[in-house]
T-cell receptor
Framework: DVKVTQSSRYLVKRTGEKVFLECVQD?????MFWYRQDPGLGLRLIYFSYDVKMKEKGDIPEGYSVSREKKERFSLILESASTNQTSMYLC?????????????FGPGTRLTVT | AQSVTQPDIHITVSEGASLELRCNYS??????LFWYVQSPGQGLQLLLKYFSGDTLVQGIKGFEAEFKRSQSSFNLRKPSVHWSDAAEYFC???????????FGTGTRLTIIP
């Protein structure tokens, strides 16, 4: 069974803390994505990685950075967490061939910044 | 730029009744269209896709969608909903060679007994 796992389901952090959200996929996918999901706004792409050490900004990259040192792992970093980054964060992966359009999602991390 | 509009934020349907969720897209070329479903506490799962050809496409869990180019729509339908269909549904648009998808804002479906 294919899997995308995220390190935490729920996370509470204080304003100004550095926050790491980890995502691991076991499907040998080339592409990995970080989305933010907010009510009424749907899914918005934060960052996209198409290969190890390669990344591309999405629609809302401000306040975030990413790291992809290994193919299976894609990390989202909040350098200095702020209350407006309280949200649900979803990680996804996809292949560059075959079913390229099918993104496999993790269960999400609900982050609260106080 | 591509975009997707889901005009209904929340829909309530009785169990056993039919369902139609609306999706309108904006895209310069022939779009690749998708519906994803997010069950409570879960990530998103692909329901169905449209690339070309037959404008009525079948998906998993008994869902279907119809592509209407003249209306720029890709509405999702199911003839008879089950309580387990309660979820949030997202329409998305993409293009071949561009792995990034643009998602709509979602429609939350509530099923009443």
């Amino acid at each position: 069974d294919v899997k995308v796992t995220q390190s935490s389901r729920y996370l509470v952090k204080r304003t100004g803390e550095k926050v790491f959200l980890e995502c691991v996929q076991d499907m040998d996918h080339e592409n990995m994505f970080w989305y933010r999901q907010d009510p009424g706004l749907g899914l918005r792409l934060i960052y996209f990685s198409y290969d190890v050490k390669m990344k591309e900004k999405g629609d809302i990259p401000e306040g975030y950075s990413v790291s992809r040192e290994k193919k299976e792992r894609f990390s989202l970093i909040l350098e200095s967490a702020s209350t407006n980054q309280t949200s649900m964060y979803l990680c996804a992966s996809s292949s560059t061939s075959g079913r390229w359009y099918e993104q496999y999602f993790g269960p999400g991390t609900r982050l609260t910044v106080t | 730029a591509q975009s997707v509009t889901q005009p209904d934020i929340h829909i309530t349907v009785s169990e056993g009744a039919s369902l139609e969720l609306r999706c309108n897209y904006s895209y310069g070329a022939t779009p690749y269209l998708f519906w994803y479903v997010q069950s409570p506490g879960q990530g998103l799962q692909l329901l169905l896709k449209y690339f070309s050809g037959d404008t009525l496409v079948q998906g998993i869990k008994g869902f279907e969608a119809e592509f209407k180019r003249s209306q720029s729509s890709f509405n999702l339908r199911k003839p008879s909903v089950h309580w387990s269909d309660a979820a949030e549904y997202f329409c998305a648009v993409g293009a071949k060679g561009n792995e990034k998808l643009t998602f709509g804002t979602g429609t939350r479906l509530t099923i009443i007994p």
